[in-house]
T-cell receptor
């Protein structure tokens, strides 16, 4: 069964304290891995797509990386406005059809 | 601005009542999706549609119905057969034809459904 596991479930950081969020996956036929940011009461906002191992993408204080088994979202010198839940999702081919499998998310809190 | 509009933001359902959640997109995307989000769980797919007048069941379709009469619109009806409808419902769209099926999905801001 295709699975996506995110860790930790929750993370508290001080402003400026860099850290990483993890997304490990077991899927057959990986077609892409997506990172989203979700604020309370809002829909997920697309951040990055990664397609193959070794690929990296950056946006402001965020950097996403991908290996054959997991992806990391690195947050450098975070600010309070980076507080949100970060979701990872994997697009896989299953039984001839495409499927997007989501992890449960990591809730990030950045204290000033 | 292009985007996905979900309405209403909050919805209350009485016992035995069907309710319909609206989803409209002006991104010219072919594919549209409905997800359900519950606390502590990942998003779960209810229904999806790759093209007008065609849709497929997702992982948790029981108690729900959809239609896709226009490319821009994909309404979801929560029927009285759905015994635990309280959740946050998210609509998404993507370019999503077979060649570009690994394109990201873009989401609306959701409808929160509660039971009276």
């Amino acid at each position: 069964e295709d699975q996506v596991t995110q860790s930790p479930e929750a993370l508290r950081l001080q402003e400026g304290e860099s850290s990483s969020l993890n997304c490990s996956y077991t899927v057959s036929g990986l077609r892409g891995l997506f990172w989203y940011r979700q604020d309370p009461g809002k829909g997920p906002e697309f951040l990055f797509t990664l397609y193959s191992a070794g690929e990296e993408k950056e946006k402001e204080r965020l950097k996403a990386t991908l290996t054959k088994k997991e992806s990391f979202l690195h947050i450098t010198a975070p600010k309070p406005e980076d507080s949100a839940t970060y979701l990872c999702a994997v697009q896989a081919t299953q039984g001839g059809s495409e499927k997007l499998v989501f992890g449960k998310g990591t809730k990030l809190t950045v204290n000033p | 601005d292009g985007g996905i509009t979900q309405s209403p933001k909050y919805l209350f359902r009485k016992e035995g009542q069907n309710v319909t959640l609206s989803c409209e997109q002006n991104l010219n995307h072919d594919a549209m999706y409905w997800y359900r989000q519950d606390p502590g769980q990942g998003l779960r797919l209810i229904y999806y549609s790759q093209i007008v007048n065609d849709f497929q069941k997702g992982d948790i379709a029981e108690g729900y119905s959809v239609s896709r009469e226009k490319k821009e619109s994909f309404p979801l009806t929560v029927t009285s057969a759905q015994k635990n409808p309280t959740a946050f419902y998210l609509c998404a769209s993507s370019i999503g034809n077979r060649v570009n099926s690994n394109q990201p999905q873009h989401f609306g801001d959701g409808t929160r459904l509660s039971i009276l």
